[in-house]
């Protein structure tokens, strides 16, 4: 099966997660994806919660899977040399260093332009280029704070809370590759690379999107019909935090299932769709809240939505959570159990469809990671695993054209 991205050359000049999540997407669909690395350390997530001794730890191997690595110091004449063929024959550049890095390397968008007129520089920062913060050095919970997402996440009568899903990073990652293949289409059309920048901020606010429309929806009309806090709560000038409330129309709770007591997952997520009120009443036993007006509509549910609530999880009580999502997938309710890790690791579905994958490596032996979400019908993504601290030096030096003497020299000289 070829693989649409064959052909694209990339220097992974990436770390941490937001670049490598990009790159490592566009690997899998079939670029050829050189991560840059210093020689001796490489990515800091080689090493960062380890659970082997010695060996690359989890955070790595599950963000640079099918790349190469070469170990290169860019700070020295050598490999500033090398890294200057590189950009010569290469499609695209992908950075997230902090501000300002590249360019004191000496690598700014005019060098790199000059370089190769036809290369993409994609770069992945905290804020956007002229932001009043745009200086920051930024990581995933800095982002979240600042793009909207702490302050609407979590209880009302709690802190702003953090998402464990990485709006942040991987999120901004996803938002870098789109950004890179428009680019690589707009080369097509120009024959010109251009520069491609994602702040983090950014790419969470728009996936925020929703609570700035809550935001105008509160300075017009001062309440949010679907938020817990109305009809019986306050409202101030600021969407709040709505605790596991539905974020669009739709009225939905986390609600406890049989278990709940000892497992700290027995819930599942409950939605009160419009016009699934009729099957819900049904599943539930209670065919007379159908055409009481106090529940007929949703309205007039809103007030007493909590009560409705508990009522559920009181026919929920002698339920699991598969259980009950059994039966209520039979009425066409929107629902789902609260999945652990643990059951997601194991799960024989996203096993078969490749969204979870065991890949061998090297030195741990085999690890699961997340494969990919994107499903095609002409491409099965094969996830490899990662590469280790400088494995493909030799090999991308001789591609280069550097003789195996050149190649010992720049070893010598700790340039690789
Ligand atoms: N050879 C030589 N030098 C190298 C190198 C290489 N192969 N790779 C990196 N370096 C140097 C950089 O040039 C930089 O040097 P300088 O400070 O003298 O200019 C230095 O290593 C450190 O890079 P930096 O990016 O500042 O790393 P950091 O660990 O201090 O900061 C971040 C990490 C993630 C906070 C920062 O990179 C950042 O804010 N990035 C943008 C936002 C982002 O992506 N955040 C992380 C999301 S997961």
Same mark, same amino acid.
């Given at each position: 099966?070829?693989?649409?991205?064959?052909?694209?050359?990339?220097? =992974?000049?990436?770390?941490?997660?937001?670049?490598?999540?990009?790159?490592?997407?566009?690997?899998? @669909?079939?670029?050829? &994806?050189?991560? &840059?690395?210093?020689?001796?350390?490489?990515?800091?997530? +080689?090493?960062?919660? +380890?659970?082997?001794?010695?060996?690359? !730890?989890?955070?790595?191997?599950?963000? #640079?899977?099918?790349?190469?690595?070469?170990?290169?110091?860019?700070?020295?004449?050598?490999?500033?040399? &090398?890294?200057?063929?590189?950009?010569?024959?290469?499609?695209?550049?992908?950075? #997230?260093?902090?501000?300002?890095?590249?360019?004191r390397m000496g690598f700014t968008w005019e060098r790199l332009n000059e370089l190769n007129p036809k290369l993409i520089v994609a770069s992945v920062k905290g804020f956007s280029d002229g932001h009043h913060y745009d200086d920051l050095k930024v990581y995933e919970n800095v982002a979240q704070c600042a793009g909207g997402a702490a302050s609407?996440?979590?209880?009302?009568?709690?802190?702003?809370?953090?998402? %464990?899903? %990485?709006?942040?990073?991987? #999120?901004?990652?996803?938002?870098?590759?789109?950004?890179?293949?428009?680019?690589?289409?707009?080369?097509?059309?120009?024959? $010109?690379?251009?520069?491609? %920048? &994602?702040?983090?901020?950014?790419?969470?606010?728009?996936?925020?999107?929703?609570?700035? $429309?809550?935001?105008? $929806?509160?300075?017009?009309?001062?309440?949010?019909?679907?938020?817990?806090?109305?009809?019986?709560?306050? @409202?101030?000038?600021?969407?709040? +935090?709505?605790? #596991?409330?539905?974020?669009?129309?739709?009225?939905?709770?986390?609600?406890?299932?049989?278990?709940?007591?000892?497992?700290?997952? %027995?819930?599942?997520?409950?939605?009160?769709?419009?016009?699934?009120?009729?099957?819900?009443?049904?599943?539930?036993?209670?065919?007379?809240?159908?055409? =009481?007006?106090?529940?007929?509509?949703?309205?007039?549910?809103?007030?007493?939505? @909590?009560?409705? @609530?508990?009522?559920?999880?009181?026919?929920?009580?002698?339920?699991?959570?598969y259980e009950a999502v059994d039966i209520l997938r039979k009425f066409d309710i929107p629902c789902a159990p609260v999945l652990s890790m643990k059951e997601i690791a194991n799960d024989p579905s996203l096993r078969a469809s490749g969204t979870i994958v065991e890949v061998p490596h090297k030195e741990r032996g085999s690890y699961l990671t997340?494969?990919?979400?994107?499903?095609?019908?002409?491409?099965?993504?094969?996830?490899?695993?990662?590469?280790?601290?400088?494995?493909?030096?030799?090999?991308?030096?001789?591609?280069?054209?550097?003789?195996?003497?050149?190649?010992?020299?720049?070893?010598? !000289?700790?340039?690789?």
């Amino acid at each position: 099966m070829s693989k649409p991205l064959e052909g694209i050359k990339i220097i =992974d000049f990436t770390h941490v997660q937001a670049g490598p999540a990009c790159t490592q997407l566009l690997a899998w @669909f079939g670029a050829d &994806v050189i991560k &840059v690395e210093r020689p001796g350390s490489g990515d800091v997530t +080689r090493s960062q919660l +380890r659970d082997i001794p010695d060996a690359d !730890a989890l955070y790595f191997t599950m963000l #640079n899977s099918n790349k190469r690595s070469l170990t290169l110091d860019t700070k020295t004449p050598e490999g500033k040399e &090398v890294l200057e063929k590189l950009v010569k024959e290469s499609d695209v550049l992908v950075e #997230n260093f902090a501000p300002g890095a590249l360019d004191r390397m000496g690598f700014t968008w005019e060098r790199l332009n000059e370089l190769n007129p036809k290369l993409i520089v994609a770069s992945v920062k905290g804020f956007s280029d002229g932001h009043h913060y745009d200086d920051l050095k930024v990581y995933e919970n800095v982002a979240q704070c600042a793009g909207g997402a702490a302050s609407t996440t979590g209880f009302w009568d709690g802190p702003p809370t953090v998402s %464990a899903a %990485a709006l942040g990073d991987s #999120n901004t990652g996803m938002h870098l590759a789109i950004g890179i293949l428009t680019a690589l289409i707009g080369r097509g059309q120009t024959g $010109r690379g251009q520069k491609v %920048a &994602v702040s983090m901020q950014d790419s969470v606010i728009n996936l925020c999107r929703v609570k700035l $429309r809550d935001q105008q $929806r509160l300075d017009r009309v001062g309440y949010l019909e679907e938020y817990p806090q109305y009809p019986h709560g306050e @409202f101030t000038d600021v969407v709040p +935090r709505g605790g #596991n409330a539905g974020g669009g129309g739709q009225p939905g709770w986390v609600l406890k299932c049989k278990g709940w007591e000892t497992d700290p997952n %027995a819930y599942i997520y409950f939605t009160i769709q419009g016009h699934a009120w009729e099957p819900i009443c049904r599943a539930l036993g209670k065919p007379e809240w159908i055409s =009481d007006p106090n529940y007929a509509t949703a309205q007039a549910r809103q007030p007493h939505i @909590f009560d409705i @609530f508990a009522t559920i999880e009181e026919w929920l009580a002698d339920k699991t959570k598969y259980e009950a999502v059994d039966i209520l997938r039979k009425f066409d309710i929107p629902c789902a159990p609260v999945l652990s890790m643990k059951e997601i690791a194991n799960d024989p579905s996203l096993r078969a469809s490749g969204t979870i994958v065991e890949v061998p490596h090297k030195e741990r032996g085999s690890y699961l990671t997340v494969g990919s979400p994107i499903k095609f019908s002409g491409l099965k993504p094969e996830i490899t695993g990662s590469p280790l601290l400088g494995e493909h030096t030799d090999e991308i030096l001789a591609e280069l054209g550097y003789s195996k003497d050149q190649i010992a020299h720049l070893h010598a !000289a700790r340039s690789v």
